[in-house]
């Protein structure tokens, strides 16, 4: 949004002479009709199991704050879509990324992006799973991080930072994400070694 600077001017004359005074004011900055809203607190409405070659990760996932979002990701635990996919992309102290490749980076066909639902509250915290995209807001189709620390940074902050949608948070293994994080990578940030998605299946919430 481009800033209107006004001018304003300020006169005084009176029966004995006249002086002048002028005053400036700061630039009224532009007002983000989409904010970023309250903290929430994440909803745990369905649970996964995420079987890894190097063990188990629980996951809890919201769709409560983000309906959208959650549903996207049980459909492709449904469809076994993540069944034998990877995590292709890990960068230590950082994230770890997934969802997307199966062994040697081959991509997989995926379903329709979806709406971007990172303005709900939820922060990229440690142990939160989040929906990784393009430069393009409204481009997230299966592949997800898991924050290894607080990355707040990818948080919403405004309408031209939109930041990436969480949905969900590890409430088991996070000692295996953990592990995943430290693993050997290559310049690229890909596995030395495959760290391979087994399967996802839906389990019950434990007790947190």
């Known amino acids: 949004m481009k800033l209107m600077y006004p001018l304003l001017f300020a006169l005084t004359l009176s029966a004995c002479g006249g002086s002048s005074d002028s005053s400036t004011t700061d630039p009224v900055e ?7 809203v309250e903290e ?6 369905i649970c996964y199991i995420m079987s890894t070659s190097l063990g188990d990760i629980t996951l809890a996932i919201d769709t409560t704050n983000t309906p959208i ?13 993540y069944n034998g996919t990877i995590f292709h992309r890990v960068i230590h102290n950082f994230v770890s990324q997934g969802g997307g490749f199966t062994s040697g980076l081959v991509a997989k066909p995926t379903n329709d992006p979806i709406e971007l639902e990172s303005n709900v509250g939820l922060s990229n915290v440690r142990g939160t799973i989040a929906m990784a995209r393009t430069n393009v807001a409204n481009s997230a189709t299966s592949q ?7 990355n707040t940074q990818l948080d919403y902050s405004s309408s ?14 996070m000692e295996v994400v953990d592990q995943i994080n430290i693993t050997d990578t290559n310049s690229s940030d890909v596995p030395t070694t495959d760290i391979v998605i ?3 299946t839906e389990t019950t919430c434990p007790q947190v």
Request: proline content about 10%.
């Open 198 to 200: 087994n399967t996802v």
């Open 69 to 81: 979002t959650g549903e996207n990701f049980k459909t492709y635990v449904e469809e076994e879509f």
């Open 160 to 173: 031209t930072s939109p930041g990436y949608a969480v949905f969900g948070q590890v409430v088991q293994g």
């Open 144 to 150: 997800f991080y898991i924050n290894a620390l607080d």
């Open 40 to 45: 929430k607190e994440l909803q745990a409405d």
């Open 30 to 36: 532009p007002v983000d009709p989409n904010p970023p």
